[in-house]
């Protein structure tokens, strides 16, 4: 089975400021989808990012951007200028090709201060 | 319009009590699922269905029913509620992993309180 990792429960950033969430993963696949989703306050599971394994070129939405190191298996999330709006706890997750196991990380909450 | 929706969103209940919480989604999605989110956060699977057909059950206990009465259905039963069992369960839906750019979507989430 698949397992999620993220090694930072907290973490906090100055408003305009980059901040880095780390998260690590092991599977035994080789084609598979990794996520980011935000959910903030409101309880809503929203997504950021998504970046498939076979695609070399990490993914960017605006300010939201990944370091995905397939070989470490390693799928970091880098937020730039970050916003009070940004404040909110990230989860990354992680979907094998083959299946519908979609697996969470146990979370950072993220707090973004002005 | 709402593309997955939960009802309710709100639950309270006594112990011992069976209860039932309900999942549509608008979005022509094959697999549905319904997730576990704790109060430390954490989000653990609970079933996934593909097309009305179950296909995760992880280890929850027997006292959890799902039931998919068609493939935009996913509802949730809970018999003999335990002060445990209070969370916040999410219903999500997701088209075939192998169409590009897909995501998961979720519901708004039911918090449910046992008392």
């Known amino acids: 089975a698949q397992t999620v990792t993220q090694s930072q429960p907290e973490m906090s950033v100055q408003e305009a400021e980059t901040v880095t969430l780390s998260c690590t993963y092991d599977t035994s696949e080789s084609n598979y989808y990794l996520f980011w989703y935000k959910q903030p306050p409101s309880r809503q599971m929203i997504l950021v990012i998504r970046q498939e394994a076979y695609k070399q070129q990490n993914a960017t939405e605006n300010r939201f951007s990944v370091n995905f190191q397939k070989a470490a298996k390693s799928f970091s999330l880098k937020i730039s200028d970050s916003q009070l709006g940004d404040t909110a706890m990230y989860f990354c997750?992680?979907?094998?090709?083959?299946?519908?196991?979609?697996?969470f990380g146990a979370g950072t909450r993220l707090t973004v201060k002005p | 319009d709402t593309a997955v929706s939960q009802t309710p969103k709100y639950l309270v209940t006594q112990m011992g009590n069976d209860k039932s919480i309900k999942c549509e989604q608008n979005?022509?999605?094959?697999?549905m699922y319904w997730y576990k989110q704790d109060s430390k956060k954490f989000l653990k699977i609970m079933f996934s269905?593909?097309?009305?057909?179950?296909?995760i059950n992880e280890t929850v206990p027997n006292r959890f029913s799902p039931k998919s009465p068609d493939k935009a259905h996913l509802n949730l039963h809970i018999n003999s509620l335990e002060l445990g069992d209070s969370a916040v369960y999410f219903c999500a839906s997701s088209q075939d992993l192998r169409t590009a750019n897909t995501e998961a979507f979720f519901g708004q989430g039911t918090r449910l309180t046992v008392v």
């Open positions: 997750a992680f979907i094998a090709y083959n299946n519908n196991d979609m697996r």
């Open positions: 269905y593909n097309n009305k057909e179950l296909i």
């Open positions: 979005l022509g999605h094959d697999t």
